[in-house]
């Protein structure tokens, strides 16, 4: 259970960790970056890196500047203020700090794939839209964490459980809203407007308005729906409607269309929230350890086993509304625009929530077309 720190901290150990963290966090993104840009497919290996060493590594350095008393030791510099507002200061500090140490991460991979993908994206461009996104991040994670703070210490673990629970059902539901205060969006003109109500007609893709984001710089080309089942909100990137027709837009859109309808999405931020609590109860002492330990790992494993079935279950989804070729040569242009080799595994990754692209591929595309 989270609790304020009722004494503060000196300021001298955690500035100390933050920037040793933030110069070892340098180190490891340069060796990575570099590591990767030799590597084959490396815009794929840029996403693993990012997933399986900078984040992990975030997650770590968070854990050492909260334990040293980051934000509180930042908080203490402060005025006298009523204490709910500072457990939001603390948050955010810590938070913050945090993010101080993704950038350290992040920045020397800029360059890496900037040419990898042969983009023209500049470091400046890259960290200030980096930022923003993790000040953002850092807010509202500090707002949502907060109440959890005021749960007294004797108190049923149940109510732990229906605060985690809550703060899930706001970051599943509440995207449409949150996403534009971390990102630059924009309403499409009238008619692009029109083009993306035919391609989401096209796509049998039901929303109720659209965002564009802005990646001219990064050139990435995506798309995401989010948002509770009557106020559905589709955000596309500027460069996915400049760089794809309407016959292959269609089709990735029905991919969106049919990860709704197979709950994707929701079984992924299940599956986090309900090991979450079990991997918590353990390490905590709630209940009985090796047990609870065991159902964490047990429900991460099934979540993103049934993850990875619904995204097959979606693209089969987007097959009745398209056709097996388009929507085969759909992702295949996906992937040359990203210069993404479409990867194959023979068995699948059981820690992986995602299907490798070319299985994928070759899992739609009618055997006539090899």
């Known amino acids: 259970m989270l609790v ?52 992990p590594f975030t997650l770590l350095s968070y854990g050492i500047l909260a334990f040293l008393g980051v934000g509180a030791a930042i908080v203490a510099l402060l005025p006298a203020m009523p204490q709910f507002l500072g457990r939001l200061l603390v948050n955010f500090s810590s938070f913050l700090a945090t993010g101080v140490v993704w950038l350290a991460l992040y920045a020397p991979t800029i360059r890496g794939v900037r040419d990898v993908r042969d983009v023209e994206l500049s470091l400046s461009a890259a960290l200030w839209k980096m930022s923003r996104y993790v000040i953002g991040l850092s807010a509202i994670l500090a707002v949502v964490i907060a109440p959890l703070q005021v749960i007294p210490p ?83 990137t500027s460069t996915f409607l400049d760089v794809f027709d309407d016959e292959t837009a269609a089709a990735l859109l029905a991919i969106e269309a049919g990860r709704l309808e197979t709950h994707v999405f929701e079984i992924r931020v299940s599956t986090v929230v309900v090991g979450g609590i079990a991997l918590i109860a353990s390490l905590t002492g709630v209940g009985p350890r090796w047990p609870l330990l065991g159902l964490s790992i047990g429900v991460v494993l099934i979540g993103f086993w049934l993850s990875r079935r619904q995204i097959r279950a979606a693209d089969e989804y987007a097959v009745e509304q398209v056709d097996t070729a388009t929507l085969a040569d759909a992702l295949t242009r996906y992937a040359d625009f990203h210069a993404i080799e479409p990867t194959r595994r023979r068995v699948p990754n059981p820690l992986s929530a995602n299907v490798s692209l070319g299985d994928r591929i070759d899992h739609i595309r009618p055997p006539t077309d090899e």
């Open 154 to 236: 004797g108190a049923s673990p149940l109510v732990l459980v229906v605060g985690l629970a809550a703060i899930a059902v706001i970051f599943l539901y509440a995207s449409p809203w949150l996403i534009p205060l971390l990102r630059s969006t924009r309403e499409p003109t009238d008619d692009v407007a029109d083009r993306i109500t035919m391609l989401c007609s096209r796509a049998g893709l039901d929303v109720r308005n659209s965002r564009i984001l802005d990646t001219d710089d990064e050139e990435t080309a995506n798309s995401l729906v989010r948002g509770p089942p009557n106020y559905r909100r589709l955000f596309l």
């Open 4 to 55: 304020l720190q009722t004494t503060s901290p000196s300021l001298g150990p955690p500035v100390a960790a933050l920037v040793a963290l933030v110069l070892v966090g340098g180190l490891v993104g340069a060796v990575g970056s570099a590591v990767v840009r030799r590597l084959p497919n490396p815009v794929g290996k840029y996403r693993l890196l990012y997933g399986a060493v900078l984040f």
